[in-house]
């Protein structure tokens, strides 16, 4: 049994890891200062982890809640490419600077790995696809950029501290729990809110933009192998599906599930946004043992169960 910490474990996608890791026996800190998470997130395994409501800015807090554990995951981040455009400092901050803290924490306390949870979005346009791990960064927004700085940081903190770090660039995860109530929430979770309220959801640009869209549990599984894997340390994989799939083609699935017909509003295209996302997966399936299960189809499905039920128990 190990003692784990999941920064951001209140979160989307930080949730889904805790459930993950409990299913491995591991006991499971979590530390989130609900900005964007929310303890429902938690809710039926509540009593089985430790909250923590705690800043990463805190370096001060989380330095004892780091000690003593085997491995931290360091999901904690403020999101979205838009946010940090519109509002740059908090990002930076946290993204940046918590990071940091996280990493300098980690290695005061010897722990053995941290998995950082980095992002696609650092590779910019390349003009090649699938986007394979060698390729220079093109980072296009300040959130591009943040999450790269923690990438470095999670390299030297390895090469000149000796603290294991393995970065995942995730691709566009989507899932269930995925909160769909800011205008800067990840395009699925709000068009599954808009499929649901039959209306139309609004488009930036021509639609034809194409995303790796990744499974919640995908991810979550592949952060677990992470945490294991030998001679992965100081480096960083794609965390991705190896597919891509136009915001149109995926609008266009999800009437169809539905069985109805609500056209789409398009708008200008978004500023600091890629063209086309599209992960190689070789690496992350030759050195951590990577193995996606969940197709398009697949997890738009349970996606949207998902949000009916949610919805049908609110009401
Ligand atoms: C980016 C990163 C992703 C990261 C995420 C964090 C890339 C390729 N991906 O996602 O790895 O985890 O930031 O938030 O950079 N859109 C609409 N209508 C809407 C909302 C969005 O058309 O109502 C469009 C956007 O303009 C974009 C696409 O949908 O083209 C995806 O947007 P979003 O879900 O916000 O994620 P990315 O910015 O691609």
Redo the contacts with the bound molecule.
């Keep these: 049994m190990k003692r784990v910490v999941v920064t951001g474990g209140a979160g989307f996608i930080g949730s889904a890891l805790v459930r993950r890791l409990l299913e491995d026996g591991d006991t499971v800190a979590v530390i989130d200062n609900l900005l964007t998470g929310h303890e429902r997130n938690l809710a039926e395994v509540r009593d089985r982890i430790e909250f923590h409501n705690v800043d990463i800015r805190d370096a001060s807090a989380i330095g004892g809640l780091i000690r003593g554990a085997d491995v931290v995951y360091h999901l904690a981040a403020i ?3 838009p946010k940090s455009i519109d509002d740059p400092v908090p990002s930076h901050e946290v993204n940046i600077d918590g990071t940091f803290n996280v990493l300098r924490a980690a290695a005061e306390a010897r722990v053995r790995r941290v998995v950082y949870a980095a ?3 650092g590779y910019g346009d390349s003009e090649t696809l699938p986007k394979v791990e060698t390729m220079l960064p093109r980072p296009k927004s300040p ?2 950029v943040q999450k790269l700085v923690g990438e470095y940081y999670a390299s030297v903190f390895h090469s000149c501290f000796g603290l294991e770090t393995v970065a995942l660039r ?4 989507y899932g269930p729990r995925q909160d769909p109530s800011s205008p800067y929430s ?2 699925l979770s ?1 068009f599954m809110k808009h499929l649901i309220a039959r209306t139309p ?5 021509d639609g034809e ?1 194409s ?1 790796d869209f990744t499974f919640v549990e995908d991810v979550a599984e592949l952060c677990a192998k992470a945490a294991r894997a030998p001679g992965a340390a100081g480096k960083m994989y794609n965390a991705g599906n190896g597919g891509r799939y136009t ?1 149109n083609f995926v609008w266009d699935l999800l009437q169809k599930m539905e069985q109805v017909r609500l056209p789409a509003k398009y708008g200008p295209p ?1 500023a600091g ?2 063209r086309h ?1 599209m992960a190689d997966t070789t690496a992350a399936v030759a050195e951590l043992g990577h193995a996606p299960r969940f197709t398009i189809e697949e997890g738009l499905k349970r996606t949207l169960a998902w949000y009916k039920q949610s919805q049908t128990a609110a009401a």
């Design positions: 999101p979205s490419v992002s696609s979005s959130y591009a995730f691709f566009n995860v990840g395009v709000l959801p609004t488009i930036f640009g933009q995303r915001l978004r946004d890629v996302s």
